[in-house]
C-alpha cells in the first residue's frame, strides 16, 4: 500500500484478551493515537453510578452522554482518564465499574450516541483502537484489523496480576466466573455484539507473551502495507 495517509488499526476482543496492553505498544511503535474504548464505556457507567442513573434507563443514559466530560491525559506511560477534571483511573479499572460499563454497553441508543465520540479519535497520523466493535461498526473501513482471544483461565489470571499491581485485591475463581458471564451479555446482546469482523485477523493469544503478539502484530502490519 505504502501511501502515507492516517489510518485506522483495530484491536478487538474478550477482557483479559491482552488487547489493551497490545494496543498500546502498536500505537507506541507506530506513533499513533490510541482509543481505550472501554474506557469510555467505563467512563460512562462511572458517571451513571455516581448520578444515580438507572443503568437500564436508556434515554437517562443517552442524556448523560451528551453532557459527558471526559478527557485523557498523556502521562508517562498510560494515559490518565479525567471525569469532571478527576483523575479516576483506579476506580474506572475495578471490576463493579467493569460490570457496569457492560450493562450500559447494552444499549443500542447508548452506542450510537457514543459513534461520534469515539471515532472523533482518529487524527493524523493515525490511530490504534481496541474494544469489542471497533473493526465493524465504529472503524469498519479500518486498515487492519484484529481479534485477540485468550481462554478464559488465561483472561482471569493476567486481569488477576493487573489487579493485584494496582493495589486492589482480587480472586482468580470470581474474576473467572465475572469474566464468563461478562463475556455472554458481550456476545449474545443485540446491538454491536462481540465478535470478530469477517475482515480480521484472529490472533490467539493464550500462549503468548505481549512481545511476541506485538511483533506478529506489527510484522503483518509491515507485511502489508
Ligand atoms: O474492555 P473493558 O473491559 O474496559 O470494557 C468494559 C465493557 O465495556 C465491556 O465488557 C463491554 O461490555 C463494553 N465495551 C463495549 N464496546 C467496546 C468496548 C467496551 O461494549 N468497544
Given at each position: 500500500?505504502?501511501?502515507?495517509?492516517p489510518?485506522v488499526?483495530?484491536?478487538?476482543?474478550?477482557?483479559?484478551?491482552?488487547?489493551?496492553?497490545?494496543?498500546?505498544s502498536?500505537?507506541?511503535?507506530?506513533?499513533?493515537?490510541?482509543?481505550?474504548?472501554?474506557?469510555?464505556?467505563?467512563?460512562?457507567?462511572?458517571?451513571?453510578m455516581?448520578?444515580?442513573?438507572?443503568?437500564?434507563?436508556?434515554?437517562a443514559?443517552?442524556?448523560?452522554?451528551?453532557?459527558?466530560?471526559?478527557?485523557?491525559?498523556?502521562?508517562?506511560?498510560?494515559?490518565i482518564?479525567?471525569l469532571?477534571?478527576?483523575?479516576?483511573?483506579?476506580?474506572?479499572?475495578?471490576?463493579?465499574?467493569?460490570?457496569?460499563?457492560?450493562?450500559?454497553a447494552?444499549?443500542?441508543?447508548?452506542?450510537?450516541?457514543?459513534?461520534?465520540?469515539?471515532?472523533?479519535?482518529?487524527?493524523?497520523?493515525?490511530?490504534?483502537a481496541?474494544?469489542?466493535?471497533?473493526?465493524?461498526?465504529?472503524?469498519?473501513?479500518?486498515?487492519?484489523?484484529?481479534?485477540?482471544?485468550?481462554?478464559?483461565e488465561?483472561?482471569?489470571?493476567?486481569?488477576?496480576?493487573?489487579?493485584?499491581?494496582?493495589?486492589?485485591?482480587?480472586?482468580?475463581?470470581?474474576?473467572?466466573?465475572?469474566?464468563?458471564?461478562?463475556?455472554?451479555?458481550?456476545?449474545?446482546?443485540?446491538?454491536?455484539?462481540?465478535?470478530?469482523?469477517?475482515?480480521?485477523?484472529?490472533?490467539?493469544?493464550?500462549?503468548?507473551?505481549?512481545?511476541?503478539?506485538?511483533?506478529?502484530v506489527?510484522?503483518?502490519?509491515?507485511?502489508?502495507?
Amino acid at each position: 500500500m505504502n501511501d502515507n495517509s492516517p489510518y485506522v488499526v483495530t484491536i478487538d476482543g474478550p477482557g483479559g484478551s491482552g488487547k489493551g496492553s497490545l494496543a498500546l505498544s502498536i500505537a507506541k511503535e507506530l506513533g499513533f493515537h490510541l482509543l481505550d474504548s472501554g474506557a469510555i464505556y467505563r467512563l460512562l457507567a462511572l458517571k451513571a453510578m455516581r448520578e444515580d442513573v438507572d443503568l437500564d434507563d436508556e434515554n437517562a443514559l443517552v442524556e448523560l452522554v451528551a453532557a459527558l466530560d471526559i478527557r485523557f491525559e498523556t502521562g508517562d506511560e498510560l494515559s490518565i482518564p479525567l471525569l469532571d477534571n478527576e483523575d479516576v483511573s483506579a476506580v474506572l479499572r475495578t471490576e463493579e465499574t467493569g460490570d457496569a460499563a457492560s450493562r450500559v454497553a447494552r444499549h443500542g441508543p447508548v452506542r450510537s450516541a457514543l459513534l461520534a465520540v469515539q471515532q472523533a479519535f482518529f487524527k493524523a497520523p493515525g490511530l490504534v483502537a481496541d474494544g469489542r466493535d471497533m473493526g465493524t461498526v465504529v472503524f469498519p473501513e479500518a486498515r487492519f484489523k484484529f481479534f485477540l482471544y485468550a481462554s478464559v483461565e488465561i483472561r482471569a489470571q493476567r486481569r488477576y496480576k493487573q489487579l493485584i499491581n494496582m493495589g486492589l485485591s482480587a480472586s482468580i475463581p470470581q474474576l473467572q466466573a465475572d469474566m464468563t458471564e461478562r463475556d455472554e451479555r458481550d456476545r449474545n446482546r443485540e446491538a454491536s455484539p462481540l465478535l470478530p469482523a469477517v475482515d480480521a485477523l484472529v490472533v490467539d493469544s493464550s500462549l503468548l507473551d505481549l512481545n511476541q503478539v506485538t511483533e506478529l502484530v506489527l510484522g503483518h502490519i509491515r507485511d502489508v502495507d
